[in-house]
């Protein structure tokens, strides 16, 4: 009992309470992944035997408190809506009352399949349905657009939001930050000056990608999953999402979610919906995936920082904007990039080196720890050991990088500071629109600043694997 969580005794008598074939809660076990909110596998005892469910909860209990989320009231809201309008959905037993003392949540039906992106495109047990994928999830993308907001008083309960409010309420977020992240105010300014006109409002799910999808061998896609951001907009935006290459899980020539074609999505959505999609702005949806899941990343930062739920899985994630802004330089400015080579550490002599204590925890961490472990500390041991990968990667290759980046700044603001100063004197002539979009500088500077980072980073990201294709002899 001293392994399960301090709400177990609450959430045993809330079930017995409120479920009349649970007789007790045998077992409650977090799972991997969901870094904004918490999922668990709850196994209760009933007279026909165990039986398993799936509880759906607020990171420390409590509801995200941003522009960007519903609430988990509304999410349970959309799912019994979308499930009576023929969406794939698990079915909501019982939403969580404060007077339970559990937090925030809902109780739902357990579905047995697949959900972790990275095993849904190279599972050999999924072979005979991943080619099916794509055009599944037109169909159902069309089914969740086709609801109508009004009718079902989703208009009451859900924020109102057009590409350009979309945009600077993303854009504002991030610039709420003491951060200057140039790729990404150049990303926000191409996407002001491109932004999609006469878009026809409907429900958008806004997360419908390859990890909030499961899929079994049998049916292929067996739900729609994670409606906690869902707002009225532009249903482009959905079709775009799952486009984005962050959720192709290394698969980046496979278009839609690393499994399946842009044409068969497309073809599945206009059968189902009879609307014709303007691949256009798609594309401008694609764009703005990579631009928003980079603030996404740097949002996980910061809620490291203030929020209850301060794992080390959200720092690591912060890390992980520098692939979208890498995917937004092959998707806006592709081109010749010089990649930097790693420095030995200065201090040779040093016994142990620094190099030697962060290899030697990862090690630990990755070996001993999760071997011994399993579930969701398993999962954190794996994050933790790969942030000391990328503290070691920064060692070496961090200096040089700053040399070169300060460099190429002054030459193109011609002008002198530190690497932060000038940083921010880019970010402020993106944002006051003194610098041109289409300097051949700029785009080398954003290239190798970019580029660079992510090898910091991520060197195994399919989008920093395709920028390097383009790299130049040093």
């Not at 959200?314 to 010749?336: F, H, K, T, Y």
Request: proline content about 4%; some cysteine.
């Amino acid at each position: 009992m001293a392994s399960q969580p301090d709400f177990f005794d609450a959430l045993r008598d809330t079930l017995v309470r409120e479920m009349p074939e649970c007789t007790d809660l045998a077992g409650v076990e977090r799972l991997s992944g969901g870094a904004s909110m918490e999922t668990y596998r709850l196994t209760i005892r009933t007279q026909a035997g165990d039986q398993l469910l799936c509880m759906r909860r607020g990171a420390g209990g409590i509801d995200r408190d941003n522009v960007s989320a519903v609430g988990l009231a509304n999410e349970a809201l959309l799912m019994r809506t979308a499930k009576d309008h023929g969406v794939a959905e698990p079915e909501i037993y019982y939403e969580l009352q404060p007077a339970d003392e559990v937090g925030v949540g809902f109780v739902m039906e357990w579905l047995s399949g697949e959900t972790l992106g990275s095993r849904i495109v190279r599972s050999a047990e999924l072979e005979t349905v991943r080619p099916l994928l794509a055009e599944q999830c037109g169909r159902e993308l069309a089914k969740i657009h086709a609801i109508d907001v009004e009718a079902t008083g989703l208009s009451d309960h859900l924020p109102v939001l057009g590409p350009a409010e979309y945009l600077e309420q993303t854009w504002g977020r991030y610039r709420d930050w003491d951060t200057a992240q140039p790729m990404i105010d150049f990303t926000g300014r191409w996407l002001e000056e491109n932004l999609p006109q006469g878009s026809n409002y409907r429900l958008v799910h806004n997360d419908f990608r390859n990890g909030n999808l499961m899929v079994n061998s049998e049916e292929g896609l067996q739900a729609v999953l994670d409606w906690e951001t869902s707002h009225i907009g532009d249903p482009m935006r959905d079709i775009g999402w799952i486009c984005t290459n962050s959720w192709r899980f290394g698969e980046r020539q496979l278009q839609v979610g690393g499994f399946g074609d842009l044409d068969d999505l497309i073809k599945g959505y206009e059968a189902e919906s009879g609307w014709t999609v303007d691949r256009e702005v798609v594309r401008f949806w694609e764009v703005f995936g990579s631009f928003w899941w980079a603030i996404g990343c740097l949002g996980m930062t910061d809620q490291y920082r203030i929020g209850p739920d301060a794992t080390v899985e959200r720092p690591a994630i912060g890390r992980r904007s520098s692939e979208c802004q890498v995917d937004c330089v092959n998707l806006l400015i592709p081109g010749p990039v010089e990649l930097l080579k790693p420095t030995s550490p200065d201090r040779q002599s040093d016994m142990p080196r620094l190099d030697e204590l962060l290899t030697s925890v990862r090690d630990f961490l990755h070996g001993d720890v999760m071997s011994a472990t399993r579930g969701r500390t398993n999962f954190l041991a794996r994050v933790a050991g790969n942030s000391l990968d990328v503290v070691s990667r920064e060692l070496s290759l961090g200096p040089t990088l700053l040399e070169r980046e300060q460099v190429l700044l002054s030459d193109l603001l011609k002008t002198t500071g530190t690497v932060d100063e000038l940083r921010w004197d880019l970010v402020h002539a993106l944002r006051d629109k003194s610098m041109d979009l289409d300097r051949p500088d700029l785009h080398v500077y954003l290239r190798e600043s970019v580029v660079n980072q992510v090898a910091i980073d991520q060197p195994k990201y399919s989008g920093f694997q395709f920028a390097a294709n383009n790299a130049v002899e040093e």
